[in-house]
């Protein structure tokens, strides 16, 4: 989506929901999707998720809470740091203010606290969420591979073996789990396709020298 488009939907979704000063808003999470450092966690993402959000139709049963925390899921984002979920989830609050409900904000803000994967979804519209932010795992394998070399740009001053075997240590956590996405409507599109790609991306790493035996820390 350009950006012209984008702004367009957010600010009416902005409007829509209660907040104020939608432009202004817009200026502020434009600004922050575009800092320098990042490769992947940008507007494109953000186009890819609202993408799939859109595709997922009467599947998403909460679409203005759902479709704001895509909007803030990433708005603060620092590789390595483990709060960045927690500080977007806040930014959105103080955003969001006195000026939509509180039970509304609570709901966003626990959409995206989800997005730090680290458990089964506590219900239905969260499933949707997180499997929403882990969709391109399942996109064609040239895209998988430069969302790969995105997400690697993003680790400034990380060498390649800490890296890569932080990064096999979390493929492989993520393949034990029973499946990739917790909802019915992504299993169906996007599981088979989306574990091809990481068994083929560990193949092409473990090539590469690097291996189980590392003990570094991923960070999406």
């Known amino acids: 989506m350009d950006e012209e488009i984008l702004a367009e939907r957010f600010c009416n979704l902005w409007k829509d929901c ?5 432009k202004g ?9 575009q800092e320098p450092f990042r490769h992947y966690h940008n507007l494109r993402h953000l186009s890819q ?3 799939e959000i859109d595709g997922a139709g009467e599947h998403v049963t ?3 809470a759902t479709e704001l925390a895509i909007w803030f899921h990433d708005i603060v984002y620092v590789y390595g740091a483990h709060d960045n979920e ?7 609050r103080e955003s969001a203010g006195d000026d939509m409900p ?38 064609p394998w040239t895209d998988y591979l430069a969302d ?17 075997m932080g990064k096999l240590r979390f493929l492989a956590e993520l393949q034990r789990w029973p499946s990739l996405y917790q909802s019915s409507y992504f299993r ?32 999406q």
């Open 25 to 33: 808003m817009w200026r502020t999470l434009r600004g922050n999707y």
């Open 102 to 139: 509180v039970d509304f904000v609570n709901r966003v803000c626990e959409f995206i606290m989800a997005t730090r994967h680290t458990g089964a979804a506590q219900d239905e519209a969260v499933a949707l969420l997180v499997d929403i932010d882990l969709s391109g795992f399942g996109l």
């Open 49 to 51: 998720c609202l993408r």
């Open 62 to 64: 909460e679409a203005r």
């Open 86 to 92: 927690a500080r977007s989830a806040e930014f959105f």
């Open 148 to 164: 790969s070399d995105a997400l690697r740009l993003e680790a400034q001053g990380v060498g390649d073996e800490q890296y890569y």
């Open 18 to 22: 209660g907040g104020k000063d939608p």
């Open 188 to 219: 169906e599109r996007l599981e088979d396709r989306a574990q091809s790609n990481i068994t083929r991306y560990t193949a092409q790493l473990r090539e590469q020298g690097f291996g189980e035996q590392g003990r570094a820390e991923y960070v």
